[in-house]
């Protein structure tokens, strides 16, 4: 194409058609999901974040497409995929960011330094391990063509101990506990669970992509390390100190320090792309890197974090959506296979961190409340099965019932904590059906 051809694409009548697609599909997005929120507050008694999780699913093949095929099909237009797609992607970046900016490790392990710790370590190492050892029979009863049997028992191993830390802050501020004890302990779990599962799945999905190359494996998990001491040991302390300063004389995050800030965290997500891990694994190591400055934090929370949650969040939604196809699950068979995956995937991590809690002296009551707690998926677990289903391993079969498994995991985590928790239902939730999706 030529560069005169090539200016007139962008600005021509073809360029407009595909923004006007895109535009449509963003106010059908925004629309669904506000309704599917309001609907979720005032009938279901949930927290925003899970009618925002299930607003991606109404949008997809699994409810609008399976009434209306041909309206899904003419509004998720193939020719706007690819802008589509990157808007998702570049969304996930600056949500990995502000995950890595709510991890307060300090804070965590002030206090029950030792019960948060086996939480954490039960939550993640039971949970892998069963789903590590069920997959082969999970990948039996799939209709070919199958992947490769070692890559689909790791990341359905991954899958399985995923938990949700932002979905879980969400969820005790809306319901008002956040400063009890069990919420102390389950964050701190939580985030620790949080960095050790993307590392985890920044190493499988490196084997995967690798084709199990150790050699060529070992030199990427090196460069990674590198690259991480790099920013925790080079980048951060003068990018702390600056941060500091300029907050300090602008009196707020002004727009040449967010613009810096955001050319450092493309950087980053470049970076560890190009080192054969995911770019949001770049992201949420720059987010880690300065969560301890609590000011900072607050001022992208109040300057950035509610575009990102409002913007991007249903974006991710509805893209994950329009992956997933319950339609997919055809015949009883398929459907047993999904409630086997529930089944597991909460024996794990439920049964895990409830057998932790209380061998560490919790009461029954609060070992419950902390399992169904580090069982909520929600978002974080959608992200990494994008990733394993981006590299082939995840059958779509497979990444439906585990996206079922994330929703079903969230939706009973809202009632379930506010009984264990005696949390009176609030009555302004109904009342507010369009309130602020933060």
């Known amino acids: 194409m030529s560069s005169t051809e090539a200016a007139s694409s962008a600005v021509g009548a073809g360029a407009e058609h595909l923004v006007l697609l895109l535009l449509y599909q963003l106010i059908a997005i925004f629309v669904v999901t506000r309704i599917v929120v309001w609907i979720s507050n005032r009938w279901l008694g949930q927290t925003d974040a899970a009618g925002e999780i299930l607003a991606g699913l109404v949008l997809g093949p699994s409810l609008f497409g399976a009434f209306f095929p041909g309206t899904m099909h003419a509004l998720f237009a193939p020719q706007t995929a690819p802008a589509f797609t990157c808007i998702a992607q570049v969304g996930l970046i600056l949500l990995m960011f502000q995950i890595g900016l709510e991890f ?26 069963l789903g590590y050892v069920t997959a082969p029979w999970f990948l039996a009863q799939l209709p070919g063509p199958l992947p490769d049997e070692l890559s689909f ?10 938990t949700a830390i932002p979905i879980l802050g969400r969820i005790f501020i809306e319901l008002g506990v956040s400063h009890t004890r069990i919420a102390a302990l389950t964050i701190g779990a939580a985030a620790i669970d ?23 494996l070992t030199l990427r998990v090196v460069l990674l390390a590198a690259y991480l001491a790099l920013v925790f040991r080079a980048v951060r302390p003068p990018l702390q100190r600056w941060l500091r300063r300029r907050l300090l004389q602008q ?14 965290l493309f950087v980053s997500a470049s970076a560890t792309s190009n080192l054969g891990v995911f770019a949001i694994i770049g992201g949420f190591a720059m987010g880690v890197a300065l969560h301890d400055d609590r000011t900072f934090v607050e001022e992208w929370q109040r300057r950035v974090g509610g575009l990102v949650n409002a913007l991007f969040l249903p974006i991710f939604f509805a893209y994950t959506g329009l992956r997933t196809d319950v339609g997919s699950l055809a015949g009883d068979g398929m459907w047993v296979l999904c409630l086997a995956t529930i ?3 909460f024996a794990g991590k439920f049964g895990g961190t409830y057998l932790a ?17 580090m069982n909520t998926r929600a978002l974080m677990e959608l992200i990494a099965l994008n990733i394993g289903y981006d590299l082939g391993v995840l059958p779509r079969p497979v990444f439906t019932m585990l996206v079922l498994m994330a929703i079903a995991s969230t939706f009973i985590a809202t009632p379930l904590i506010r009984r264990l928790l005696r949390v009176e239902p609030r009555e302004d939730a109904a009342a507010q059906p369009f309130r602020r999706a933060a």
């Open 194 to 216: 949080d960095v050790a599962g993307w590392l985890i799945l920044g190493v499988v999905s490196a084997m995967i992509l690798l084709q199990f190359d150790a050699g060529e």
């Open 153 to 162: 028992r790791l990341f359905f191993a991954v899958a399985m101990s995923i």
């Open 357 to 373: 809690a209380r061998l560490m002296g919790e009461t029954q009551r609060d070992a419950v409340t902390i399992g169904v707690c």
């Open 343 to 345: 089944a597991i995937a």
């Open 251 to 264: 009196g707020k995050l002004d727009n040449r320090t967010l613009s810096l800030l955001l050319l450092l």
């Open 104 to 129: 307060r490790f300090k804070d965590t392990l002030a206090t029950s330094k030792r019960t948060v710790v086996a939480i954490s370590v039960a939550g993640i190492t039971v949970p892998f391990a």
